[in-house]
């Protein structure tokens, strides 16, 4: 299994629809989760840190499935400013970020 | 809001030149990092630094890659002899404590270097 692995997309969604995005990471032993979220050509922003079983933000919710080492990340209500590129992200156990390829996310009108 | 600031924002360089990436971190930050993204693919890390020495680095960066924090605010990211693989853009990112313990690691803006 990759460390991080990503649907790489693209989903193309209308406005207003929910989408979600899977990530599966292969540390058994990680404690914590990002995801990111990186326009065209910039720096990954951190959207949601994930700590327990789910965590969320207005439209947002990640969900976090220890059993299965797999993370989601639900959007509600796109909007078409949310189009990017969604990283998964997994600190390894000596703190260095571990991103997945990251799915692309297209909203249109 | 305090935040991660790099120059140049763009760098051109002939293969075999030297360059060096500048990053200011976020004052009260204790760690801190280089990765990098090729076009196309996935950010990938370089190394990390804390307590004025690297913690760890990937096999990506070897021996012509070297890192320094000179002054208490810059740290930097030197490449001796760059080669065509090394265009990419380069990121620098400072947190206040590892992110195995949860915490947020901030980046900056990014360098884009093209080696020609």
């Known amino acids: 299994r990759k460390e991080v692995e990503q649907d790489p997309g693209p989903f193309n969604v209308p406005e207003g629809a929910t989408v979600a995005f899977n990530c599966t990471y292969s540390n058994s032993a990680s404690q914590s989760f990002f995801w990111y979220r990186q326009d065209c050509r910039k720096e990954p922003k951190l959207l949601m840190s994930?700590?327990?079983s789910g965590n969320e933000d207005g439209r947002f919710t990640a969900q976090l499935n220890r059993a299965s080492q797999y993370i989601s990340l639900l959007i509600r209500d796109s909007k078409l400013s949310d189009s990017a590129t969604y990283l998964c992200?997994?600190?390894?156990?000596?703190?260095?970020?571990?991103f997945g390829q990251g799915t692309t996310l297209q909203v249109k009108p | 809001e305090p935040e991660v600031t790099q120059t140049p924002s763009h760098q051109v360089t002939q293969m075999g030149q030297e360059v060096i990436l500048r990053c200011v971190p976020i004052?009260?930050?204790?760690?801190f990092y280089w990765y990098r993204q090729i076009l196309g693919q996935k950010v990938e890390f370089l190394v990390s630094?804390?307590?004025?020495?690297?913690?760890?680095k990937s096999e990506i960066f070897d021996d012509q890659f070297s890192v320094e924090r000179p002054d208490g605010s810059n740290f930097t990211l030197k490449i001796r002899s760059t080669k065509l693989e090394d265009s990419a853009m380069y990121f620098c990112?400072?947190?206040?404590?590892?992110?195995?313990?949860?915490?947020?690691?901030?980046f900056g803006p990014g360098t884009r270097l093209l080696v020609l």
């Open positions: 994930v700590y327990s």
């Open positions: 004052s009260n930050h204790l760690y």
């Open positions: 992200v997994v600190p390894s156990n000596t703190g260095k970020l571990i």
């Open positions: 990112a400072s947190s206040e404590a590892s992110a195995n313990l949860g915490e947020t690691q901030y």
């Open positions: 630094f804390y307590n004025n020495e690297i913690s760890e």
